[in-house]
């Protein structure tokens, strides 16, 4: 599972950003375009989490997005 934040940058943009990470996945002009390529990075990776950071740096909401392909998923108990 991997994780990506959706944070604001200094210079007002919006960055998607993986943890201890020197340099943003994607940047974006506002929050409300950022989140969406954030869900598809993760997605893309087979699930895990988007935190979404607030203007003052503090987590306002966290998106789990499920594993799209699981290697071992349940059995059908038909």
Same mark, same amino acid.
């Given at each position: 599972m991997i ?9 007002g943009s919006w960055?998607?950003?993986?943890? $201890? +990470?020197k340099?943003a996945s ?6 409300t375009?950022a *989140?969406?390529r954030?869900?598809?990075i993760v /997605? $893309? +990776? ?12 503090? *987590? ?5 997005i499920? /594993?799209?392909?699981d290697?071992?998923p ?5």
């Amino acid at each position: 599972m991997i994780e990506r934040h959706v944070v604001q940058r200094p210079d007002g943009s919006w960055a998607t950003i993986a943890p $201890n +990470a020197k340099r943003a996945s994607s940047i974006h002009p506002t929050q409300t375009e950022a *989140i969406p390529r954030a869900k598809e990075i993760v /997605s $893309n +990776a087979g699930g895990g989490e988007v935190r979404i950071h607030s203007r003052d740096g503090h *987590i306002r909401d966290n998106i789990t997005i499920p /594993s799209g392909n699981d290697p071992c998923p349940p059995k059908d108990k038909r």
